[in-house]
């Protein structure tokens, strides 16, 4: 399995953008997905989560009403799109997926139970 992020860039604070994760080897639909994301000289952090049905996700208080995860089966792709865009979201964002199943949500938060990561893609969001 091998995933492909793409999307950042720089933007102005209070703007959009939408993040993208292109997975191949394995259908989407099929995996739990995660977006990460580290902040310079900060650890990773979890941003946010879909289950393998897309019937739910999760997401960090700090992105909450701001980010929403979202996949497209048929591109095999992953999105994040995230409003209101501040200087605390500058980060390097990382997508993942899990074939793990958990009833909970918080155990989606973890980064251990991610088995394949992407590359990667930055974010600078300019006050």
């Known amino acids: 399995v091998q995933l492909q992020a793409y999307g950042g860039g720089l933007v102005q604070a209070g703007g959009s953008l939408r993040l993208s994760c292109v997975c191949s080897?394995?259908?989407?639909?099929?995996?739990?997905s995660g977006w990460f994301r580290r902040a310079p000289e900060k650890e990773r952090e979890f941003v946010g989560a879909?289950?393998?049905?897309?019937?739910?996700?999760f997401y960090a208080d700090s992105v909450k009403g701001r980010f929403t995860i979202s996949r497209d089966s048929a591109k095999n792709t992953i999105y994040l799109q995230m409003n209101g865009l501040n200087s605390e979201d500058t980060a390097v964002y990382y997508c993942?997926?899990?074939?793990?199943?958990?009833?909970?949500?918080?155990?989606?938060?973890?980064?251990?139970?991610?088995?394949?990561w992407g590359q990667g893609t930055e974010v600078t969001v300019s006050s």
């Open positions: 993942a997926t899990t074939p793990a199943i958990y009833s909970s949500g918080d155990y989606y938060s973890r980064h251990r139970i991610y088995m394949y």
């Open positions: 080897g394995r259908t989407v639909s099929t995996y739990a």
């Open positions: 879909i289950t393998w049905s897309g019937g739910s996700t």
